[in-house]
């Protein structure tokens, strides 16, 4: 599980995944740890000890426990692992860095670690923690000496990705390395945190052995009703039915308490009123379980105490390193034939197949799963999150990763819990599996109904929009778009290119489905003279042999199998949409049969086919062609009621392929001046806007460089900056109240330095007419002409520090063209961000205007990401406008303004 620190962690904590699937929690040392650190060392085996200190030590001085604890935050800092609940926790690991005096930007890092808590993945956490931590302190290296026996620390830092230099000296081994960011250790720290995020996991999909709290003789409650459909659909491991009063449920043998059970179970369901849920959660832990699934309502959707009972549940699991689905959730399904796990109260038997379902709404989950099965949408696993208390959307991408019997994983989403994880995490999964999400609150009165409804903040749509679009997760608008993409996922490859070839027994729903395609940004080719060739030997004079194909009405079957094997033979298309309007004389399951057979004739075609049959009788057509490649269901041919359908759900699919083809972004090595950045935000204590010269001095940290500005409070002294200028200069309203200059006359261009006087003067005058007193007015020369663009940063409740760009000055307004995107930045991101808005057509040179220096912003907006990364004080930064010059010759930023949080 990765961690995240920053500046303001002095309270950090987080939950950390072991190897195992183990659960354990990480904060800083504290103070008080000295007797926790006198029990963890007590523990620890005496060649364990001697790792750690390099020599024999057989016990810990005061003066020794001194040091250990004297942490700072900066120069010596150590965190600890702890397991337990949180007035009783033990340490069982810790790992520290020192900064060596004589070299201030290395460290010396060593580590400690419970001798039954080791080979589970701890010193590679640590370490990666305390390497993050580190970075944000301007610190590059670490240093570590380790015994030349000990093999298990030197094999935690040879295979931790970073480049080592080694020494040997009197039987240590003494290392070096540098700590800033690779992609051998993101994807060694990707592949741990995954498997430890699917050993976790599996307690809850893959149980042996299965409890049931709160079991009823009354099929009609939840309990009851849960517990039935566990034993009706036979779950394959051992399932014990837990009742105070019952000596048998529904004929199996029912226990008093969980206590009383022969064996730990490994997932406990809990159906029980609120009230009682947390000591059973507490029985649980003591009887070993490894995993609850609470769907028990009445915590945080209810308000401040249900969310305050939801953290002692919540403690209780984390103390005992068992993983909670829910609560408030309707339970969850795993239809592999290995587990047959029918685990909610709802009269629902999906299909199995190869779908993994997330809902964070219980009920409309189980009624997305009802209709899947409904449309033949065959599903691996569904599970209803409920409130996420602890198992999220991030934990279930990176099981469903790794799981063979899953395709296509979908969500449907009402808040983001960790969306810089998720986004991490997504980013990773997307090149392999395609995820589709429906994320509600995109209007304010959606927000509204979605945090009533889960007790979550609904976040900003821009935001989601933002992390959609770098993760290739595809993001419909309505349920009715979620089946429709889904079920062309399920079933038909991803397509290569954006080249639909349509064939049709019917101009008018051709036509409609090539405004529809086109519309959804698709192209339809017009048919090589070869294929035209070819279709007009088998189609009769009066049919239409470009594209679409319209075959007329009297169209045979026939005559579909001839015109279907020439289009799937055609290499200059990418897709095919197949309709059909069934007239009286052919049926449509002969046509169904005749696009089944010449599928299986072509079990290696990679063309994306769907079909549009206008029959209210059709169902999914199933093509017994070639087995998926996880070998969950067999290739079938989505079939939709009308074009349009069809053709979105094709243009996702589209747009998600040229995603996935693209070579992944990779995050800029820019460097950022933390300690100057930390000693200007010093100087506001309360937050607000800097002025001008802390804004350039902020910039500048991470080599952001504006047109100095000198700030004139007379007519006298705008006279003076401009004369040193010796060119015409811009004055500008010097004031942050006044946000939009132009609407209120405060900007005057142009002005010769001999006029400067007199423009402060009308300056002046023209913001008096808006009852505003000039203040102050920046003086700076005027820049080059160019294209203006907008570059920015905005902070968002929960996404937080977004980076944004647009078309510049009011344009952004007026036009709406802007876009965001989450941190962190790549050079991919940057790039696409330029691309996305109409502000592109103007920087590639419109009307025979030069092309502008395009890299330049893309360098501009890598370091705003990296500044913001870096002070995450900053609440806002609007560098607008920005003139972008003609290729090779950078740009100018003449206005910029930031404010603290």
Known sequence: MTVELNHHSDNFSRDVLLRDGALVRMRFLRQTDREGLIALFKRCSPETIRYRFLRMVTSLPDSQLDQLVAVDGRSHVALVLTQGEIANEKIVAVGRYFVLDEQPTTAEVSFLVEDAFQRRGIGTILLDALAEFA????????????????????????????????????????????????????????????????????????????????ASRDPASVGGALFRNLLRWGFTGTLFPIN???????????????????????????????????ETARQCAAAGARALCVLSAGFAETGATGRAEQNNLLDVCRASGMRLVGPNCMGLVNTSGNVRLLGTFAPVEPPAGNVAMSSQSGALGLALMAQAGEIGLGVSSFISVGNKADVSGNDLLQFWESDEATDVILFYLESFGNPRRFARIARRVSRAKPIVAVKSGRTSAGARAASSHTAALASSDRAADALFAQTGIIRVDTLAEFFSVARLLASQPIPKGKRLGVLTNGGGPGIIAVDAAIAAGLEIPPLSETTQAKLRDVLPAAATVTNPVDMIASASPAHYRACLEILCDDPDLDSLLVIFIPPLATPTREV???????????????????????????????????????????????????????????AAAVKYGLWRSTPTGSIADIAV???????????????????QPDVAALLNTAGIHIVPAKIAHTAKEAAAAAAEFQSPVALKVHQPAVLHKSDVGGVLLNIAPADAAAGFQQLARQLAEHNITLEAASVMPMAKPGVEV????????????????????????????????????????????????????????????????????????????????????????????????????????????????
């Open 790 to 901: 907008l570059a920015g940063i905005t902070h968002d409740p929960v996404f937080g520090p977004l980076v944004a760009f647009g078309s510049g000055g009011f344009f952004v307004e007026l036009l709406d063209d802007v876009v965001f995107r989450v941190l962190p930045l790549t050079d991919r991101d940057a790039r696409e961000m330029i691309l996305s808005t109409r502000a592109h057509r103007l920087l590639k040179g419109y009307r025979g205007a030069p092309e502008a220096d395009i890299a330049s912003v893309e360098d501009l907006l890598l370091r705003l990401g990296a500044l913001a990364e870096a002070v995450p004080q900053i609440a806002e930064i609007d560098l607008n406008p920005v003139i972008v010059h003609p290729r090779g010759e950078g740009l100018t930023m003449i206005d910029a303004r930031i404010r603290l949080s």
């Open 244 to 278: 105070q009063s019952a000596n048998s449920i529904a004929g199996v043998h029912a226990y008093a308490s969980i206590t009383d059970l022969p064996e730990p179970p490994e997932l406990v369901f809990i159906a029980v009123p609120a009230e009682h849920v947390i």
């Open 135 to 214: 970075r944000q302190h301007g610190i590059t290296r670490f240093a570590a000496d380790v015994l030349a026996d000990n093999r298990l620390m030197l094999s935690v830092f040879r295979k931790a990705g970073y480049a080592l230099t080694a020494n040997i000296s009197y039987g240590v081994t003494h290392l070096e390395f540098p700590i800033s960011r690779n992609e051998v250790a993101e994807a060694r720290r990707d592949a741990q945190e995954a498997e430890a995020e699917r050993a976790s996991l599996s307690h809850v999909f893959e149980p042996k052995t299965v409890a049931v709290i709160g």
């Open 592 to 650: 169904a049969q005749v696009l089944s057979d010449v599928l299986a004739a072509r079990p290696n075609l990679q063309k994306t086919v769907a079909a549009v049959f206008f029959d209210p009788y059709s169902t999914t057509i199933k093509v017994p062609v070639s087995e998926s490649k996880t070998a969950k269901a067999k290739r079938s041919v989505p079939v939709y009621d009308f074009p349009e359908s069809a053709a979105v759900a094709l």
């Open 673 to 691: 001046d933390r300690d100057l950045a930390q000693s200007i935000i010093a100087r506001y204590p309360s937050g607000g806007w800097l002025n």
